[in-house]
């Protein structure tokens, strides 16, 4: 019990820490995150969760190595559906890139709150009702259908329904306000959309974390190896963003790959009491349909410039509260929200 209750404070203080470097060195003045500051982090947070596989391996033998690793390899690449999702919503609402670091940097917080939250309750489930395993295996199996049947939709910002709600609630001013959440005016504290679009990026990860941890629950229902493969995943969540964000219309076919691992795992879950898949396998399988999806992208669009904010790929992922558009709708910002924000990022 004293190596597990130490194991869990050792992890929290290291994420502290790292959070805490993070706010106070790469946040504490807004700036744009250039491709290889990107590509650095990726690579830094790449290398602390190898790091981190090391240990396991070594201080807890293969199984829960392997274990590890698959679960890195589901949430990562899970992870690219967020961030399609999320260029959408920076694309739309025009948020200044000097200041889509602050949000995400935010957004992830409270991913890591939420995320731990349904650990915490998928784990009681599981070790209380054995049965449930079969509902989050024929869930995933759904999304991962309804993922591939969805390939073509466009969601319709206009008429997201979260958007919908907090304005109809909240006084907002008509731009954005620097890098700030809340501000001031007459006496009134007053939300700026740079808030709102933290708000649907929470929702954002709410909604795919429904997905991607029962998906690890079907690697393992160890709680420490779902939450820390969750937590690295997460944590590199932002700067793989800033990495992908000039090539993102470009995975065309990635959705595809992250379908069928959503069907695999599902499936996996379904026939945990008659056949159990070795972690290595499970693995394996992971790494081919994403890599493969990614690879098949690459060399099939090639040739393809890149499109008008690089996001048309973006436009065919879903976003919480968007009703699917008709053909012929536009995902660009409206002509209020785009004559609320200047050309340097101020509201006018």
Known sequence: MDQIVLMWAGFAVFVAVLLAFDLGVFSKKSHVISGREAL????????LAMIFAAGVFHFQGSEKG???????????????????????????????PQYQHRVLFWGILGALVMRGVLIVAGTALIQEFHWIIYIFGAFLIFSGIKML???????DMENNRIVKFVRSRFRMTD??????????RDGVRMMTPLFLVLILIEFTDLVFAVDS?????????????VWTSNVFAILGLRALYFALASIIHRFHYL????????????????????????????????????????????????????????????RRWWVPGSP???????TQASSSEAAAVSSDGKGQ
Request: a negative charge; hydrophobic letters at 50%; proline letters at 4%.
């Open 66 to 96: 392997l274990e590890f690793l698959t679960g890195y390899l589901i949430e990562y690449s899970l992870s690219v559906d967020n961030i399609f999702v999320i260029a959408l919503i920076f694309t739309h609402f025009a948020v200044p």
């Open 175 to 184: 731009g954005y306000e620097g890098q700030k959440f809340f501000v001031m």
């Open 255 to 314: 959705k595809y790959g992250l379908s069928l691992v959503l069907v695999v795992v599902g499936a996996k879950m379904m026939m945990v009491d008659i056949y159990k898949m070795p972690t290595a396998v499970a693995l394996g399988i992971t790494a081919f349909l994403v890599g493969g999806s990614i690879v098949f992208s690459m060399l099939k669009t090639r040739a393809d410039a890149a499109p008008d904010g690089a996001d048309a790929e973006a």
């Open 324 to 330: 699917a558009k008709g053909a012929g709708g536009s």
């Open 149 to 155: 049947m969805s390939v073509d939709d466009e969601p």
């Open 213 to 225: 941890i029962p998906a690890v629950f079907s690697v393992t229902t160890d709680p420490f190896i």
């Open 40 to 47: 650095m982090r990726c690579a830094a947070y790449s290398t």
